[in-house]
């Protein structure tokens, strides 16, 4: 069992920066990749970024790419997304995600997850 705790989320201009953080309990953090997901209001929750265990691979959806990167740090478990140049799209509740095995985009094969922090992005 994994629990994740996300934090970082805020009220933001448009172009502002925000780094958020999700802590995850357990001593087997490193075998799991983890993913950020978003879902705004009235919308299905959709991929953001992912990283695998070793974090020898990332993957990001093509609406962040090149503004958020994703990282982690095994010794602390915890994996973080870095968010630039925000934009008021990139308004919506943000997820961490963990699961076994193959780095994947869907949301419906990764097995625990956060309870979401809050990030809105004014114009």
């Known amino acids: 069992q994994v629990q994740l705790v996300e934090s970082g989320g805020g009220l933001v201009q448009a172009g502002d920066s925000l780094r958020l953080s999700c802590v995850a309990s357990?001593?087997?953090?490193?075998?799991?990749?983890m993913g950020w997901f978003r879902q705004a209001p009235g919308t299905e929750r959709e991929f953001v970024s992912a990283?695998?265990?070793?974090?020898?691979?990332?993957n990001y959806a093509g609406s962040v790419k090149g503004r958020f990167t994703i990282f982690r740090d095994n010794a602390k478990n915890t994996v973080y997304l870095q968010m630039n140049s925000l934009k008021p799209e990139d308004t919506a509740v943000y997820y961490c995600?963990?699961?076994?095995?193959?780095?994947?985009?869907?949301?419906?094969?990764?097995?625990?997850w956060g309870q979401g922090t809050q990030v809105t992005v004014s114009s």
């Open positions: 995600a963990a699961k076994a095995t193959n780095l994947v985009t869907s949301p419906t094969r990764y097995e625990y």
């Open positions: 357990g001593r087997t953090f490193s075998r799991y990749v």
């Open positions: 990283i695998t265990g070793s974090s020898s691979v990332t």
